[in-house]
């Protein structure tokens, strides 16, 4: 059974960075194929993709957000990191982290995890 | 403004069929499969169609999926009010090297 759990700070003050931790079950991260996305939504608007590590240690970053974003991975835990650097209000939003199995199928989804920047 | 054009809203009455589009470009939905997902008010998104119409196990016949050039379509029978939801399309794209959504499609099922 296949799981993934965002964890990190629900709420940060702007020009911080934030640190966010998915942790995932039932895969790993080493074979061949995998891969674990982050997705943002602010309240009540749609889905914007941040980031992705593939398990050959690929990576790749929203063009938009590229200067502020870093991805990494620890297989022995199976868990990867994204940080943000300096935050702002703007960013507030659910952030999921996601796998996929290709490079256009997610095929799961963390529950998300609120993420509050306000000073 | 989303790199992937949606309609910002649908509406049909129960055991109806509705569809939804996604449009986009030669570097995106032009060569790549597209996903569809589903989001409930308060959940995560779950998808419904991948590799443009493909079902996961569990998902009903009711949600086809199809492509044409650089647009995909969603297509949803037999609605039932358990249908509303904010649908997203989905995909990659190669002149971003990045993943790419819509701005998201919001049923209602009257």
């Known amino acids: 059974q296949v799981t993934l759990r965002e964890s990190g700070p629900a709420l940060v003050k702007p020009t911080q960075t934030l640190t966010l931790t998915c942790t995932f079950s039932?895969?790993?991260?080493?074979?061949?194929?995998?891969?674990v996305s982050w997705i943002r939504q602010p309240p009540g608007k749609a889905l914007e993709w941040l980031a992705r590590i593939d398990w050959d240690d690929d990576k790749f970053y929203s063009t938009s957000l590229k200067t502020r974003l870093t991805i990494s991975k620890d297989t022995s835990k199976n868990q990867v990191v994204l940080t943000m650097t300096n935050m702002d209000p703007v960013d507030t939003a659910t952030y999921y982290c996601?796998?996929?199995?290709?490079?256009?199928?997610?095929?799961?989804w963390g529950q998300g995890t609120l993420v509050t920047v306000s000073s | 403004q989303s790199v992937l054009t949606q309609p910002p809203s649908v509406s049909a009455a129960p055991g109806q069929k509705v569809t939804i589009s996604c449009s986009g470009s030669?570097?995106?939905?032009?060569?790549?499969?597209v996903s569809w997902y589903q989001q409930l008010p308060g959940t995560a998104p779950k998808v419904l169609i991948y590799d443009n119409n493909k079902r996961p196990s569990g998902i009903p016949d009711r949600f086809s999926g199809s492509k044409s050039g650089t647009s995909v379509t969603l297509g949803i029978t037999g609605l039932q009010t358990g249908d509303e939801a904010e649908y997203y399309c989905g995909t990659w794209d190669s002149s971003l090297s990045a993943g790419v959504f819509g701005g998201g499609t919001k049923l209602t099922v009257l």
């Open positions: 030669s570097s995106n939905i032009g060569n790549h499969y």
């Open positions: 039932g895969f790993s991260l080493s074979t061949s194929g995998m891969r």
């Open positions: 996601a796998r996929g199995t290709t490079v256009t199928n997610i095929d799961y």
